[in-house]
């Protein structure tokens, strides 16, 4: 049963660790076992797990150096336009290009615009804000956001079938094991 | 009978007290927002409620009148309103210090206190920006401030320091509140875990966005906190300097200075860690749980900062000195000689015994671990905050160069009304703030904490042998 069916009323199965050491081992486990699509919970950030569960993605920060890029271009632009060609003054005698001038408004534009495409980039690509989510289901979860770090197998994977998975999971020595079901 | 137990104080003091875990964490923290305040919230709220109906009062005034109420003219066309903005603006600074600088330097003290700055932060900026938006005079008219394509086929004049200010102040603004907003988000989410009410729990559930905790979304929400904080840096020191340029690019002597970027930029953490002390003392008392997170160690790490700023401030005081001499240009020598012997003398010397001497108790530790003291000094520090934008805003303008142009200023009744209502309505937001919202980074607490006494503890809540009973230490020390 290398291809278990996929089996569509379930999100997949979760088990419930104590630790984040715990959630960590059992992250590397289930990778070297050959499950791709799975994910892990925690009420904090845990350093290396990403690591450990073998993803890999920098997005975020070309996110953010594109939106700061596009700030400082328009932030200049926005005052040559205005100051330069739109309604050119004289100030001080200075040119009418004097672009030194504009630096400090086209610096606070990039911070701008490189702020949001952090907060907004992080959000998008973590699909929120979405207000429900199958792992809400588990009775177990309102914990994982406080002293409680899970692992969920998804059912997308290919090598899911709900008895395997489960079995899989029961020998990381967890705290409970629970299928996550879809509504 | 003091001799039994003498708790660690100081840097020795541990950065999170008594027998902790990730539950009682969630719990001391959370807890203050789900459930009712402590009984003395209700008077406190309403002492800033009704402070913030003198500050809407006055305001009403104000757009009745116009700025006619107020003690400018010329000379002095800057008074209380540009005083109050910086000094207020400064304030905020030490929030994205705190938030911003000390996570890209790993301080692990920052965790108990960033929230709680950047929300002062976000209110102490609120109050900065009423005061040159009303300045104007016209403040309907305000929006004519941004380039926006109106009916006057007129546009900003982008080479003036004063524009620079209006986008470093309201970049400053969205920024910080993005930063807060992305902390606060993981928070809401846990929060929203305990609500038992429906209401808390679709207003947490709401703000939280539908966080989930997941390993994925936490690694690019760590790399978009980061990248903020890394964003937040340069911003807050630009904004300060931007701030300073409004007075070194003119030719007002006591103004046109190239000190000024970095002499306000310390001045602006120098008051903030000052707002942060006075502010946290009185919090821990009335929240006593906080006790537990801000601890002596951090009490003493912001006296230290606190003292290493004042004293770049009072070298920027001697070289303003220095340098109206060494000019040997009569307008900034006469300058300086007004600052010492003029009219406002009074003032400048004011300003010297409160920024420059009091805080000079805090070398010594007995000084720095004694909140009493600690509070008195931050409080001095406060008001000689003030006083310097006084003596370099209106001093400098009331007599810079012809003797017939000479002139006196002095803050109206309706200055001084706006300017205490501004407070009150920084103690009523700042209440508001911990009613409703978390004071501390809850997940970053958590991380603190299993980073400091993981694998020295198990996970049962049996905190490590060093840390001391918080309930034993923190009677002693309040005693």
């Known amino acids: 049963m290398a291809h278990g069916p996929i089996e569509p009323q379930y999100h997949g199965v979760m088990a419930e660790f104590e630790t984040p050491e715990q959630v960590m081992e059992a992250a590397e486990k289930t990778r070297s076992a050959g499950y791709k699509q799975f994910d892990c919970y925690s009420p904090f950030p845990i350093h290396g797990l990403s690591d450990a569960m073998g993803v890999e993605e920098a997005k975020v920060p070309w996110a953010v150096f594109i939106g700061g890029f596009i700030g400082a271009l328009s932030g200049m632009a926005l005052q040559i336009y205005v100051n330069s060609y739109d309604y050119p003054m004289n100030v001080g005698g200075r040119d009418d290009l004097s672009w030194p001038y504009f630096i400090p408004v086209a610096f606070e534009v990039t911070i701008l615009f490189a702020a949001f495409s952090a907060l907004l980039s992080m959000l998008g690509l973590n699909g929120l804000p979405r207000p429900h989510h199958p792992v809400f289901n588990v009775p177990e979860f309102a914990r994982a956001s406080t002293d409680r770090f899970f692992l969920c197998i998804e059912a997308q994977d290919p090598k899911f079938d709900l008895q395997g998975a489960s079995d899989f999971l029961k020998s990381l020595n967890p705290l409970s094991v629970s299928p996550v079901s879809n509504d | ?479």
Not at chain 2, 351 to 371: A, D, E, K, S, V
């Open chain 2, 1 to 479: 009978m003091q001799e039994t137990i003498k708790p660690p104080m100081g840097t020795d003091a541990p950065l999170i007290e008594g027998k902790q875990n990730y539950e009682t964490i969630t719990e001391k923290i959370g807890g203050i927002v789900l459930k009712s305040p402590p009984k003395i919230w209700y008077p406190l709220f309403a002492l800033g409620f009704a402070g913030t109906m003198v500050m809407v009062f006055t305001i009403c005034w104000l757009l009745l009148r116009g700025i006619g109420i107020w003690g400018v003219n010329q000379p002095v066309g800057w008074g209380f309103d540009i005083i109050n903005f910086v000094w207020w603006i400064g304030i905020g600074h030490a929030g994205t210090l705190i938030s911003a600088i000390l996570l890209l330097l790993r301080q692990q003290w920052r965790t108990s206190i960033n929230r709680f700055s950047e929300a002062m932060t976000i209110f102490a900026v609120m109050c900065a920006g009423m005061f040159p938006l009303l300045h104007t005079g016209r403040p309907w008219l305000d929006y004519w401030l941004f380039p926006l394509p109106n009916w006057l086929a007129m546009w900003p004049q982008f080479r003036s320091p004063l524009l620079w200010d209006v986008f470093a102040v309201s970049t400053y603004f969205t920024v910080s509140l993005l930063f807060w907003y992305t902390g606060l988000i993981p928070d809401f989410a846990s929060l929203r875990d305990r609500a038992k009410g429906k209401i808390a729990q679709l207003i947490c559930g709401t703000l939280s966005l539908g966080w989930r905790g997941s390993a994925k979304h936490w690694m690019r929400y760590e790399s978009a906190y980061l990248l903020l904080a890394g964003l937040s840096t340069p911003l807050v020191l630009s904004v300060h300097s931007v701030v300073s340029l409004d007075f070194a690019t003119s030719i007002v002597p006591g103004w046109h200075v190239t000190v000024f970027p970095p002499y306000f930029v310390a001045g602006a953490i120098y008051a903030g860690f000052a707002m942060v002390i006075t502010l946290a003392v009185p919090f821990r008392m009335i929240y006593p749980q906080l006790k537990d997170y801000i601890t002596n160690h951090h009490m003493d790490m912001m006296a230290k900062v606190m003292l290493a700023t004042g004293l770049i401030v009072f070298y920027g005081y001697m070289m303003e000195a220095f340098y109206s001499f060494y000019s040997a240009n009569q307008f900034e020598t006469y300058m300086i000689e007004n600052r010492f012997w003029g009219p406002y003398s009074g003032t400048y010397w004011a300003l010297m015994i409160c920024n420059g001497l009091i805080p000079q108790l805090l070398w010594f530790p007995r000084f720095r671990h004694n909140l009493f003291w600690l509070y008195g000094v931050s409080m001095v520090v406060n008001v000689g905050m003030w006083l310097e934008r006084f003596v370099i805003i209106s001093v400098s303008l009331h007599r810079e160069y012809k003797p017939s142009g000479w002139g006196f200023y002095a803050g109206t009744q309706w200055d001084w009304s706006m300017f205490i209502g501004t407070i009150f309505f920084f103690v009523m937001m700042m209440f508001l703030f911990a009613r409703f919202m978390p004071m501390i980074a809850i997940f970053e607490m958590r991380d603190l904490w299993h980073r400091l006494y993981h694998g020295k503890s198990g996970h049962n809540g049996h905190a490590p042998a060093h840390v001391p009973n918080s309930a034993e230490v923190t009677s002693k020390e309040d005693a």
